[in-house]
């Protein structure tokens, strides 16, 4: 399995971003998917993760009523809204997708929030 993410970048404070994550190879495979972040000197913290058929999510507190995390299977392809952004949200955002046996990660996309 194979993820990239995309839709990083720089936004302002109380703007906007939609991060997208395009899985490949045994996606068939896939369990659960996931987004983290991790801050210069911080370690990889969960942000939002989602079942196999969507029906299940769960996020961080520090997110929860900001962010949303979606799936389209038939597309391979996850999301995160983030909406409301703040420079706390600054963070290299990953990918994770795992099958029960494997995790797999995305290389990362840059998010950066300016007060």
């Known amino acids: 399995v194979q993820l990239v993410e995309s839709g990083g970048g720089l936004v302002q404070a109380g703007g906007s971003l939609r991060l997208s994550c395009a899985a490949s190879g045994s996606t068939f495979s896939i369990k659960a998917m996931g987004w983290y972040r991790q801050a210069p000197g911080e370690q990889r913290e969960l942000v939002a993760a989602?079942?196999?058929?969507?029906?299940?999510?769960n996020y961080a507190d520090s997110v929860k009523g900001r962010f949303t995390i979606s799936r389209d299977n038939a597309k391979n392809t996850m999301y995160l809204q983030m909406n409301s952004l703040k420079p706390e949200d600054t963070a290299v955002y990953y990918c994770h997708a795992d099958d029960a046996l494997v995790d797999y990660w995305g290389q990362g996309t840059q998010v950066t929030v300016s007060s």
């Open positions: 989602i079942t196999s058929g969507g029906g299940s999510t």
